[in-house]
């Protein structure tokens, strides 16, 4: 595509319990703090990580009107040119500009975890808080698994993890964002695959920028990454970002979700405080029947020949697979984790509809192979394809129909 030539201006506006970036003809994107005043920000490189899913689906040149820090802003424009190099199909060039000044010279001793009170981030938490003590605060991200309007539900899931968190880490942040809105208004995200959660999760982190390290769990085993590739969150191009202080760290990565799984099983945890659920309607507890739940329960199951109590619903039927969507590569990823945990474990033969499911896998892998559009949802060719201006008349459609939600 080419390069970024259209320029757009971005401020910042910082107000006692929010935090507002203004990008020329985009709706404000609001980071809010309902439990703590806004952080006192010295560089912006936060808006940098909020725009850039954004300035590299349109190929805009951003100019930010906040100083960043110089560490942020080069992190920031190596890692648009690796994401374009990565989908030159998707991605255009982009130019972030900005002046630059030095970062907070007050430094926590303490790291800063992303925790969502799912499987990768609750293992990752325990595990090096026993190899290390309660070394990291957590930041919660209100706006991404549950939905910006949502306020009863996400209080639901900081009730559900707060012994956890009391337990694990020092002090609990949340930030509420509308990020996600602004990202699939323009279609940030590529066919198939998922990417702008690191970018919101890391935009966020950079809010606090006192921190030196924060610290982020795995999604995927290292050569699962391979297979999902492109993936937001993967080992290569984390290490990469910095902002300020502050280097992300992607930590356990060479484990797989059923290992993390089994760990958690038997760790004498509460595992109630897991909130795996799909279904917006019962987040944060585990309805059982969703295909989260469901392949999650497979996982259990296969790693340690139980399913936990956490589900509302603990039968894993014969036809369970069948609510795995193997057109997704993701999916098949898990799936596979799945089926080698119960040859591992002596299950495989026992486990029920366990042969009708790898056959699938099979059938599906080699399908994909064949063809690297396999699985690509008509829905999301249209959304890639339409032009911006269209994509925005048919969202505000949606929203006076109200069928979606409001920006
Ligand atoms: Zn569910």
Same mark, same amino acid.
């Given at each position: 595509?080419?390069?970024?030539?259209?320029?757009?201006?971005?401020?910042?506006?910082?107000?006692?319990?929010?935090?507002?970036?203004?990008?020329?003809?985009?709706?404000?994107?609001?980071?809010?703090?309902?439990?703590?005043?806004?952080?006192?920000?010295?560089?912006?490189?936060?808006?940098?990580?909020?725009?850039?899913?954004?300035?590299?689906?349109?190929?805009?040149?951003?100019?930010?009107?906040?100083?960043?820090?110089?560490?942020?802003?080069?992190?920031?424009?190596?890692?648009?040119?690796?994401?374009?190099?990565?989908?030159?199909?998707?991605?255009?060039?982009?130019?972030?500009?900005?002046?630059?000044?030095?970062?907070?010279?007050?430094?926590?001793?303490?790291?800063?975890?992303?925790?969502?009170?799912?499987?990768?981030?609750?293992?990752?938490?325990?595990?090096?808080?026993?190899?290390?003590?309660?070394?990291?605060?957590?930041?919660?991200?209100?706006?991404?698994?549950?939905?910006?309007?949502?306020?009863?539900?996400?209080?639901?899931?900081?009730?559900?993890?707060?012994?956890?968190?009391?337990?694990?880490?020092?002090?609990?942040?949340?930030?509420?964002?509308?990020?996600?809105?602004?990202?699939?208004?323009?279609?940030?995200?590529?066919?198939?695959?998922?990417?702008?959660?690191?970018?919101?999760?890391?935009?966020?982190?950079?809010?606090?920028?006192?921190?030196?390290?924060?610290?982020?769990?795995?999604?995927?085993?290292?050569?699962?990454?391979?297979?999902?590739?492109?993936?937001?969150?993967?080992?290569?191009?984390?290490?990469?970002?910095?902002?300020?202080?502050?280097?992300?760290?992607?930590?356990?990565?060479?484990?797989?979700?059923?290992?993390?799984?089994?760990?958690?099983?038997?760790?004498?945890?509460?595992?109630?405080?897991?909130?795996?659920?799909?279904?917006?309607?019962?987040?944060?507890?585990?309805?059982?029947?969703?295909?989260?739940?469901?392949?999650? =329960? +497979?996982?259990?199951?296969?790693?340690? %020949?139980?399913? *936990?109590?956490?589900?509302?619903?603990?039968? @894993?039927?014969?036809? $369970?697979?069948?609510?795995?969507?193997?057109?997704?590569?993701?999916?098949?990823?898990?799936?596979?984790?799945?089926?080698?945990?119960?040859?591992?474990?002596?299950?495989?033969?026992?486990?029920?509809?366990?042969?009708?499911?790898?056959?699938?896998?099979?059938?599906?892998?080699? =399908? +994909?192979?064949?063809?690297?559009?396999? %699985?690509?949802? *008509?829905?999301?060719?249209?959304?890639?394809? @339409?032009?911006?201006? $269209?994509?925005?008349?048919?969202?505000?459609?949606?929203?006076?129909?109200?069928?979606?939600?409001?920006?």
């Amino acid at each position: 595509m080419n390069s970024g030539s259209k320029i757009a201006n971005c401020k910042i506006k910082e107000e006692l319990e929010q935090v507002v970036i203004q990008l020329d003809g985009f709706p404000a994107i609001v980071f809010q703090f309902p439990d703590q005043q806004a952080p006192t920000l010295q560089t912006y490189d936060f808006a940098m990580w909020a725009i850039l899913p954004i300035a590299l689906r349109l190929g805009l040149t951003v100019r930010f009107h906040q100083p960043m820090s110089k560490k942020g802003l080069d992190s920031a424009n190596n890692i648009a040119k690796v994401w374009q190099r990565w989908l030159p199909n998707f991605f255009s060039d982009v130019k972030l500009e900005a002046s630059t000044t030095d970062p907070h010279k007050d430094l926590s001793a303490k790291a800063l975890t992303f925790f969502s009170g799912g499987i990768d981030s609750t293992y990752s938490a325990h595990k090096i808080y026993n190899e290390h003590g309660r070394d990291s605060d957590s930041l919660t991200i209100h706006g991404m698994d549950y939905k910006f309007d949502d306020d009863s539900r996400f209080e639901s899931l900081k009730e559900q993890t707060q012994t956890f968190r009391e337990s694990i880490f020092g002090q609990s942040h949340f930030v509420k964002t509308n990020l996600y809105n602004v990202y699939s208004l323009i279609g940030c995200n590529p066919k198939g695959s998922h990417v702008t959660h690191i970018f919101a999760m890391f935009s966020c982190g950079s809010l606090f920028e006192t921190y030196a390290t924060y610290r982020i769990a795995a999604d995927y085993r290292l050569d699962q990454q391979l297979e999902v590739h492109p993936w937001g969150s993967n080992t290569a191009t984390n290490r990469l970002m910095r902002s300020g202080n502050g280097q992300l760290v992607t930590l356990d990565d060479d484990i797989t979700r059923a290992e993390k799984a089994n760990y958690l099983a038997n760790s004498g945890l509460d595992l109630s405080s897991l909130s795996i659920c799909v279904d917006h309607n019962i987040r944060p507890h585990n309805c059982g029947v969703c295909s989260k739940c469901i392949r999650t =329960k +497979a996982m259990f199951y296969a790693t340690t %020949g139980n399913i *936990p109590t956490i589900f509302l619903d603990r039968d @894993l039927s014969q036809n $369970w697979h069948d609510s795995i969507h193997l057109k997704r590569k993701n999916e098949r990823v898990f799936l596979s984790d799945i089926i080698e945990t119960a040859i591992a474990n002596g299950c495989y033969e026992s486990f029920p509809g366990m042969k009708e499911a790898h056959l699938k896998l099979r059938a599906e892998q080699v =399908k +994909a192979a064949r063809n690297p559009m396999y %699985g690509t949802k *008509p829905k999301q060719l249209f959304k890639e394809l @339409l032009p911006l201006r $269209w994509r925005i008349t048919f969202k505000r459609f949606q929203v006076r129909r109200g069928l979606a939600d409001t920006l």
